[in-house]
Nanobody, 119 residues
Framework: DVELVESGGGVVQPGGSLRLSCKAY????????MAWLRQAPGKGLEWVAD????????DYADSVKGRFTISRDDAKYTLYLQLNNLKTEDTAMYYC????????????RGQGTQVTVSS
């Protein structure tokens, strides 16, 4: 079975940085594009970034472009998200996602890791 385990969240001040990790189990990680999603309190699930299999191409939501960087280490079956220059509006539960039929929002995701940006 597909299992995705996120870690690395925490509480950080505005302008701070965090690095999220997601370890994948139960499928051939190298064969799939992967994504990060987030859900802020009282809001729906939002796509943040994705990366192609092999890592040659990435894409970002406008709200995080230039501040967040998605990457992957296929040898470690691990997906990363570097979060820089964090803003209070980045506060959310962050999820690693594997698509089902090209759909990340309705695909497999882990239990999430909480990022709170507060002064």
């Amino acid at each position: 079975d597909v299992e995705l385990v996120e870690s690395g969240g925490g509480v950080v001040q505005p302008g701070g940085s965090l690095r999220l990790s997601c370890k994948a189990y139960g499928f051939t990680f190298t064969n799939y594009a992967m994504a990060w999603l987030r859900q802020a309190p009282g809001k729906g699930l939002e796509w943040v970034a994705d990366i192609t299999k092999g890592g040659d191409d990435t894409d970002y939501a406008d709200s995080v472009k230039g501040r967040f960087t998605i990457s992957r280490d296929d040898a470690k079956y691990t997906l990363y998200l570097q979060l820089n220059n964090l803003k209070t509006e980045d506060t959310a539960m962050y999820y690693c996602a594997k698509s089902i039929g090209g759909d990340f929002i309705n695909g497999h995701r882990g239990q999430g890791t909480q990022v709170t940006v507060s002064s």
